[in-house]
């Protein structure tokens, strides 16, 4: 019976001790402190990946603003092409009708004709000539953009995939920190209850 009373006293001691409710204390600051660095962790974590989706984004959009770019320029080409089209047809008709009042009927067909098709394959040779490079510009630059983006997407992903394989290790050893950073504070308690009790 008096073990009992000793017992219930010394349960009441602890219970309205201040050393020992400061090492409950820090338990539940240990408790709170690895799973705030937990929360952190994920956080960082998403945050990492939501910059590296926009940035990939962003690659794509420049990547589509590019070819709707160079559709453009492709278009004014053509454009420019109809016009330069145009204005050849109206020299030669201006040469035709020039001609027609110098020199005779069946001479005037003849050099209409050899002058049309040489400013026709002038013309043409003009067109080619300025449109190789264009094109070639604009395949090599389709060709980078396509081989950057898909680095860009290999390298995001194969990062991912070492992260992930490294959550569970990091995962681990946090577990362990907190074990042993518990286990510290238990001691802790433990030696503080012996140093309350021997006072």
């Known amino acids: ?16 001790n201040p050393a020992v409710e400061e090492a409950i204390t820090t338990s539940r600051f240990v408790n709170t402190f ?7 962790r994920d956080r960082a974590e998403k945050i990492r990946e939501n910059r590296e989706e926009a940035y990939l984004n ?11 770019y160079r559709k453009t320029i492709a278009g004014l080409y053509q454009q420019t092409r109809k016009t330069n089209k145009e204005v050849v047809d109206e020299v030669l008709q201006r040469i035709n009708r020039g001609k027609e009042d110098s ?3 069946a001479t005037q067909a003849n ?8 400013i026709t394959e002038v013309s043409g040779q003009l067109e080619k ?3 190789t490079p264009i094109k070639s510009v604009f395949q090599i630059a389709d060709q980078v953009e396509e081989t950057f983006e898909k680095t860009v997407a290999s390298n995001l992903e194969f990062s991912r ?11 681990e050893y946090v577990k362990v920190a907190r ?3 518990i286990s510290m504070v238990e001691r802790g308690r433990n030696g503080v209850k012996e140093l309350v009790k021997t006072k």
Not at 34 to 40: A, C, K, P, T
Not at 58 to 68: D, M, P, S, T, W
Not at 111 to 118: F, H, P, T, V
């Open 161 to 171: 995939q070492r992260r992930n394989a490294w959550k569970q290790v990091r995962k």
């Open 103 to 105: 020199l005779g009927e």
């Open 129 to 131: 000539i300025a449109l």
């Open 1 to 16: 019976m008096a073990q009992k009373k000793t017992d219930t006293a010394t349960a009441a001691e602890e219970r309205t």
């Open 179 to 181: 074990d042993l950073h």
């Open 111 to 118: 050099s209409r004709e050899a002058l049309k098709k040489q």
């Open 58 to 68: 962003v690659i794509r959009e420049v990547a589509k603003f590019n070819k709707q």
């Open 34 to 40: 690895w799973d705030q660095y937990e929360l952190s």
